[in-house]
């Protein structure tokens, strides 16, 4: 499996950047989601969704900001951030795993860098206050 991440920039403080992840295959045990990693942090969960349903899943410091969508047909994840903020600035970058059949898998598995057996390249998004 292979990941191509892009969109990312420089934005001012409230504005919106949208991020495309193209997954080469995916099937109904699916999940991708979205991380982040500030200098000198730790790679931070920020919004995962899984492939069959649509279910999404989000960090408390994005909810109500960012959507996570995918659009089957063309095996592309997507991550809308609107009202961006200076603390989002940060290298995002997505993964995808397979997570299992069950809601339960991805609940339990979302959130945890660990678990995406692929990763694609970072993208910088940097928010000027």
């Keep these: 499996v292979q990941l191509q991440a892009?969109?990312?920039g420089l934005v001012q403080a409230g504005g919106s950047l949208r991020l495309s992840c193209e997954t080469s295959e995916a099937s109904s045990s699916y999940a991708m989601g979205w991380f982040r990693q500030?200098?000198?942090e730790e790679r931070e969960f920020v919004a995962a969704i899984r492939w069959t349903d649509g279910s999404?899943?989000?960090s408390d410091p994005v909810k109500d900001r960012f959507t996570i969508s995918r659009d089957k047909a063309k095996n592309t994840a997507y991550l809308q951030m609107n009202n961006l903020k200076p603390d989002d600035t940060a290298v995002y970058y997505c993964g995808a795993g397979w997570f299992g059949d069950s809601y339960y898998g991805f609940y339990q598995r979302?959130?945890?860098?660990f678990e995406y057996a692929y990763w694609g390249q970072g993208t910088q998004v940097t928010v000027s206050s």
């Design 6 to 8: 892009s969109g990312g």
């Design 110 to 113: 979302k959130g945890r860098h």
């Design 56 to 58: 999404t899943s989000y």
């Design 38 to 40: 500030a200098p000198g």
